[in-house]
């Protein structure tokens, strides 16, 4: 088959499975196993070698990322039933200041919080995010939900142990400890520079409390929304002190330090790796399953402490639902992902680009930001455009973890209507429309931009 028909073919599996999802609703998965059923047919697998490629892409992303994805669902929703995460707010208020709050949350969000559920972060940190705007001063609401939903969407695309983090590396076999220590390298001062930009938007007159707050708006949404996180001010202080009291002498730390200490180990191996260090018991537990599964367990441990045993059995029910849903949708990207490699893409590809990385990773960023403006999901199009392009990698000497980062960025750009997590956040914290699309969809299409700004010198620099 030709170059040109194998890329037109490509390119007709993408546009329809992007057309399938939005404009007639079919299901992610079953729009994914759709386009990669065509891809692999009409791109010369055959029958066999399309469904090798379907299953054993599923299955080798499973193995990959799928104990990973359980155990830190699963961590994140025993940390929000102790409290943890209403606590550490609270805390940070308390330590940083007023001025200093919008980074303080950003990075939390973005780091410590990512074993959390998306839209369970969001149900927990909004609320509590609108009370402390209130705290804060001028334009404070505007100034801290941009923060909180930058640091949540920068976290969940480049820091392990994001969900989507762990799918990116999962399709393109970066070792996680890599994408861990050079996730937070780009991750961390691309929140920080976009939080500052943001604040200095915001300083200049673009929020307009009448046309950007709804009237006399409390935070809304379904009962275990308010439950966990109440309405402004007043309830972030009394979830606090719920929590409190509900965890008893049990310290913050102590609730965070099970996942705090994996995400140290896993760390850890990939500085022994670098090093070239063999040590076959560090080796095992610095294994980023076993480290994260010592991360859980000591997590159902302080949480039992905190909350009794009846809580933690119900936060393993929740977990154990959220993390069914997430495995499927990431395994069908892998499918497709692996059927993209199969038809040879990356040779083809390869004949347009040098050894130059910056060219390569624009177009996985626009690939990426094309795909999520048109499906509004950050997972899928992440995972799409890093699949397109991943073949590429070897032909040209670059570190996938480049194109995961990259495609990553990408999937933040223009966050907008299409995206639940948008109307989510809208109605958590008392935003109209149009002050949602400037605090989630311009701070976070700010992000984008910014890593992408960050990731090339990187890249070039670090190889």
Request: aromatic share 6%.
């Amino acid at each position: 088959m030709s170059d040109s028909l194998t890329l037109l073919n490509t390119a007709f599996a993408i546009v329809a499975t992007v057309l399938l999802i939005i404009r007639f609703r079919v299901d992610p998965v079953i729009a994914l196993l759709l386009g990669a059923s065509y891809l692999g047919l009409t791109a010369g697998l055959g029958v066999d070698g399309t469904i090798e490629a379907v299953t054993v892409g599923f299955g080798d992303l499973m193995a990959e990322i799928g104990f990973l994805v359980v155990f830190g669902v699963l961590a994140g929703s025993l940390l929000r039933r102790s409290g943890a995460i209403e606590r550490l707010v609270e805390a940070l208020l308390r330590r940083v200041g007023p001025k200093r709050m919008p980074y303080a949350l950003s990075i939390s969000v973005a780091t410590v919080l990512q074993s959390i559920f998306l839209d369970v972060l969001v149900v927990i940190v909004a609320p509590l995010a609108r009370g402390l705007g209130l705290r804060i001063g001028r334009n404070g609401t505007a100034r801290m939900i941009t923060a909180m939903a930058i640091g949540m969407e920068v976290g969940v695309v480049m820091v392990v142990p994001g969900i989507a983090t762990l799918a990116l590396a999962g399709v393109l076999g970066v070792p996680l400890g890599t994408m861990l220590l050079l996730g937070l390298l780009v991750a961390v001062p691309t929140t920080v520079i976009s939080v500052a930009v943001m604040q200095f938007v915001f300083r200049r007159g673009w929020w307009d409390e009448e046309k950007d707050e709804l009237p006399d708006a409390a935070p809304t949404g379904d009962a275990g929304a308010s439950d966990a996180a109440g309405t402004g001010a007043a309830g972030a202080r009394t979830v606090a002190t719920a929590t409190a009291e509900a965890v008893g002498q049990t310290r913050l730390l102590l609730l965070f330090a099970p996942i705090l200490a994996a995400l140290g180990l896993i760390a850890t191996g990939a500085m022994l790796d670098i090093a070239e260090v063999r040590f076959a018991p560090l080796a095992f537990v610095c294994d980023p399953v076993v480290a994260l599964f010592l991360g859980l367990i000591g997590t159902i441990l302080v949480t039992r402490r905190a909350v009794g045993r009846p809580a933690v059995d119900e936060a393993l029910r929740d977990g154990f639902r959220d993390s069914g849903q997430i495995l499927v949708l990431n395994g069908v990207g892998g499918s497709l992902a692996l059927t993209i490699k199969n038809i040879g893409l990356g040779d083809i590809l390869g004949q347009h680009f040098s050894a130059n990385t910056a060219a390569p990773l624009l177009m996985v960023w626009v690939i990426a930001a094309i795909l999520h403006v048109a499906v509004g999901s950050v997972s899928i199009s992440a995972m799409t455009a890093a699949g397109i392009l991943a073949p590429l990698a070897p032909v040209i000497g670059l570190d996938p973890v480049w194109i995961a980062l990259a495609a990553g960025a990408g999937s933040l750009f223009a966050i907008h209507v299409t995206s639940n997590t948008f109307w989510l956040l809208q109605s958590l914290t008392g935003l109209s429309t149009r002050g949602t699309l400037k605090t989630f969809s311009g701070g976070v299409s700010v992000a984008s931009v910014v890593a992408i700004a960050v990731i090339i010198p990187l890249s070039m620099v670090l190889g």
